[in-house]
T-cell receptor
Framework: NAGVTQTPKFQVLKTGQSMTLQCAQD?????MSWYRQDPGMGLRLIHY???????DQGEVPNGYNVSRSTTEDFPLRLLSAAPSQTSVYFC???????????????FGPGTRLTVL | LAKTTQPISMDSYEGQEVNITCSHN???????ITWYQQFPSQGPRFIIQ???TKVTNEVASLFIPADRKSSTLSLPRVSLSDTAVYYC?????????????FGPGTRLSVLP
């Protein structure tokens, strides 16, 4: 299994440009999520999905869109990039067995985005 | 959402046991406690999860007192490779969006 993969690894955008960060997982996980991490900070949840066709907002959703047409893919779209969106973006997936100690999130390697 | 408080940083020496305590005074009945580890330029990695008392796996132990208002991650005999940021999360694992609120974490430095 490749686990959680993210592309691209690095991206530089100009203010106002749009782009899509790709995320895919091959573990048949129901749940997927997007986080951003700013320097010296913890991760903040942007959007998440509990299954194909179902998405919801996290803590910091403004400026981002998501869709979940398949179990495997969960792309994150930046509609009009702003310098405040300069960050490292992590995608994660998990399943929920409902058992104590068995609700692990698997994270991708991250995408480092700079908006000029 | 239950707010968590952890020390910002800790230092230790190789071979020592390290205990990182997390405070979560307003933890709810359905909330679980989960710890993640993050190395520079990588995504977080799951360490351990528990609800009450003690949980142990091959890399760590998690101690949770009866009132559940705090928890302690114990790393036995740390090595240089354990230098990382450790995050304590509290949330209802059945409520996916609520479960994953990361604070600033504890930066552990293991010295030779």
């Amino acid at each position: 299994n490749a686990g959680v993969t993210q592309t691209p690894k690095f991206q530089v955008l100009k203010t106002g440009q749009s782009m899509t960060l790709q995320c895919a997982q091959d573990m048949n996980h129901e749940y997927m999520s997007w986080y951003r991490q700013d320097p010296g900070m913890g991760l903040r949840l942007i959007h998440y999905s509990v299954g194909a066709g179902i998405t919801d907002q996290g803590e910091v959703p403004n400026g981002y869109n998501v869709s979940r047409s398949t179990t495997e893919d969960f792309p994150l779209r930046l509609l009009s990039a702003a310098p405040s969106q300069t960050s490292v973006y992590f995608c994660a997936s998990s399943y929920s067995s409902g058992r104590d100690g068995d609700n692990e999130q698997f994270f991708g390697p991250g995408t480092r985005l700079t908006v000029l | 959402l239950a707010k968590t408080t952890q020390p910002i940083s800790m230092d230790s020496y190789e071979g020592q046991e390290v205990n990182i305590t997390c405070s979560h005074n307003n933890i709810a009945t359905n909330d679980y406690i989960t710890w993640y580890q993050q190395f520079p330029s990588q995504g977080p990695r799951f360490i351990i999860q528990g609800y009450k008392t003690k949980v142990t796996n091959e890399v760590a132990s998690l101690f949770i007192p009866a009132d559940r208002k705090s928890s302690t991650l114990s790393l036995p005999r740390v090595s240089l490779s354990d230098t990382a940021v450790y995050y304590c999360l509290v949330g209802d694992i059945r409520n996916y969006g609520q479960n994953f609120v990361f604070g600033p974490g504890t930066r552990l430095s293991v010295l030779p």
